[in-house]
């Protein structure tokens, strides 16, 4: 018998989780979005039975259709309140990134979650890439012998019509800038190759071209990680004319490595020392082209968590993970508004400490 699904938010990025969700053989039972049109539109669209119920309100949803799985697709700043709400009706998650707006946020979804036993997967699907998923065995099988650094580049494009679309975009309440809506994917990328352990960051970020948005438009940061290796980060909305590319680079004393493409999905440099195979094979190999920079991760992170449900396991990008890109871009923020770098684990913060960041006339 397959597992009860409901989503909640019905925006931009749901329909890459409902056709995983449709693609993972799911029972999607209801939809809930403020708006009425879009869970209509996404029933056709999906061709969705007409027994899939519509709410605009989730609480009466979980407790009318008592889903085993809901996905969070709502506005970021939504995510955490949303997800402890499910949890403490043992529902399993899925949250699209990032899992909150605040570390006491994130905290508390890991908590209760695990209190309640319930699976909570942040929704980082490029570690699916093939890609991604090739250079992780490189590393986990320790072929770049000792790192040395990483750097994390998005270079992408966001203009006026993108943030009209949603209002919420952009401010420091319900969003953050670019680092944390746009970067926080190859930012977790960055972190997961590197070790996860940092020691200390180092982050500017600013405001150069997007008058009508609260938070930043371009973010740069220094990242130095506990087994001594560095990281850089280079996050922009300003590419001319449109998005550019998403790249990311690991090297090592004895590998380098260059994963690109539109959103990581490509390898484009494969070098080391022990010569296990052939660079060309691999780059042929481990290429995939996606329609969209959301790429194909969805349907197998989909995959993942539904198995980690049924065999009682930790999903394969679990809820500490999501918290640790959190993290990491939070204290670029405060690095930048500080002025000073920043040493981790970072205390308590929230995007909502850095309201009016670039107001009157900074940016």
């Known amino acids: 018998m397959s597992l009860k699904y409901a989503l909640i938010g019905c925006g931009r990025i749901s329909p890459n989780h409902i056709a995983a969700a449709v693609e993972n053989n799911l029972e999607v039972v209801a939809l809930c979005d403020i708006e ?37 697709c709502t506005e970021s700043g939504k995510h955490g309140q949303i997800a402890i709400d499910c949890i403490e009706v043992n529902c399993n998650l899925i949250i699209e990134k990032p899992i909150a707006l605040s570390l006491e ?7 209760k979650a695990k209190e309640n036993n319930v699976k909570v997967s942040a929704c980082h699907q490029n570690r699916f890439n093939k890609s991604v998923q090739k250079i992780r065995e490189a590393v986990d099988q320790d072929r ?3 790192l040395l650094h990483g750097t994390a580049h998005i270079r992408w494009n966001r203009g006026e019509e993108y943030y009209k679309q949603a209002l919420w975009r952009g401010t420091w309440e319900q969003d953050g800038g670019a680092l944390m809506n746009q970067c926080i994917h190859n930012i977790d990328l960055l972190r997961w190759m590197m070790g996860d352990d940092i020691i200390e960051v180092f982050g500017m970020t600013d405001n150069l071209k997007h008058s009508y948005m609260e938070a930043e438009d371009l973010g740069m940061a220094l990242i130095k990680f506990s087994n001594g290796s560095y990281g850089i980060v280079e996050g922009s909305n300003n590419i001319y004319p449109k998005n550019l590319e998403e790249t990311l680079y690991v090297f090592g004393d004895t590998g380098t490595v260059k994963a690109g493409g539109k959103s990581v999905n490509l390898i484009e440099e494969w070098h ?13 190999k481990f290429c995939e082209n996606p329609p969209t920079v959301y790429g194909f991760g969805h349907k197998p992170l989909y995959a993942d968590v539904i198995d980690a449900i049924y065999n009682d396991r930790q999903p394969y990008v679990t809820a500490e993970d999501g918290r640790r890109a959190l993290e990491l871009i939070l204290a670029i923020y405060k690095s930048a508004a500080e002025g000073k770098s920043i040493k981790l684990p970072l205390g308590n913060c929230s995007t909502r400490d850095f309201k009016g960041r670039f107001d009157n006339g900074e940016f």
């Not at 999906?46 to 809901?70: A, G, H, R, S, W």
Request: zero cysteines.
């Open 144 to 146: 770049f012998g000792r």
């Open 272 to 284: 080391f020392a022990d010569m296990l195979d052939d660079p060309d094979e691999v780059k042929e």
């Open 36 to 72: 009425n049109d879009k869970m209509v539109n996404t029933i056709s669209n999906f061709n969705l039975p007409n027994t899939v119920q519509k709410y605009t309100d989730y609480i009466e949803m979980l407790k009318n259709e008592k889903p085993d799985l809901v996905a969070i």
């Open 105 to 111: 946020e994130a905290d508390q979804i890991i908590e």
